[in-house]
């Protein structure tokens, strides 16, 4: 992703993925190539076979090529958004008054659970325009860089890395993610997995407190209305810790104090 136009009234941000689709299509033009050198493993018995494969590698690459541009305008005070590839094109322009946010969003890609990022758009109306189908590792930089030039294009106040990555992380939490929120979240503060996990299961406690009543999370919130006596009794020290933390608002070691307190008058 890269910005491809900034100017006054004008910018310009393109997408272009061609990579794996080019990896693709280069082992059928090479299957072409050993065909019309007669390779015998692409002949005789393999000849249908050889053709096939050629098809998939050819038309699989071009299906793993596309083009996305996303402009945003200020004399027309929209933002308009371009995909191109093989499969067709789709477009579509939303008004600047129509946005919400702007943020990075992160997912384990690979196999070693490595953390890839893209920037998405979401309109006030809840749909969501991801500046990239695919998640890609090594772009964490460049996906903020691209955040706050777009919100300074917008006139936007321009977050710093910390509240990007607290939006982030705090949008993981509420879909749930949350082992990928604490990766994340590990990496932003350079903290430990255990405070992750703390500032986490924070972010969730807080997230269920002003959420409405609803039958999925009835029992979560149930759980969170129970007083700090309730939780010691049940052994559920670390639910107690959060809430004294947030009710009296003092430090963790403080918390713990007052649960040994409570403790010796139960």
């Known amino acids: 992703m890269r910005i491809r136009e900034n100017t006054n009234n004008r910018l310009v941000v393109i997408d272009f993925h061609w990579k794996i689709g080019a990896i693709f299509v280069a082992s059928g033009l ?64 939303v008004h600047f008054s129509e946005i919400r946010s702007l943020a990075l969003q992160t997912r384990t890609v690979g196999s070693h659970s490595t953390l890839g990022y893209r920037v998405a758009l979401t309109k006030k109306d809840g749909e969501e325009i991801p500046f990239s189908p695919a998640y890609s ?38 879909k749930g993610d949350l082992i990928n929120a604490m990766k994340y979240l590990q990496e932003l503060e350079d903290i430990n997995l255990t405070e992750a996990k703390r500032q986490v299961d924070k972010i969730r406690e807080e997230q269920l407190r002003n959420a409405p009543m609803t039958q999925e999370n009835f029992e979560e919130k149930q759980e969170l209305a129970k007083s700090r006596e309730q939780l010691i009794a049940e052994g559920k020290l670390v639910k107690a810790i959060n809430l004294i933390m947030q009710e009296d608002g003092v430090s963790r070691s403080k918390a713990r104090g007052i649960i040994k307190e409570i403790k010796k008058r139960m």
């Open 30 to 93: 090479f299957m072409v190539f050993k065909l019309i050198q007669g390779d015998p493993q692409l002949n005789g018995e393999n000849f249908y076979g050889g053709l096939v494969s050629i098809v998939f590698c050819l038309t699989g690459g071009l299906f793993f090529i596309w083009i996305k541009s996303f402009i945003f305008d200020r004399t027309t005070n929209t933002f308009t958004w371009q995909q191109k590839r093989i499969t067709g094109f789709k477009s579509g322009t």
């Open 137 to 174: 590792a090594g772009e964490k930089d460049n996906c903020e860089q691209t955040i706050k030039i777009i919100q300074g294009f917008l006139s936007v106040e321009i977050s710093n890395t910390e509240q990007i990555g607290r939006t982030s992380v705090e949008e993981m939490v509420a």
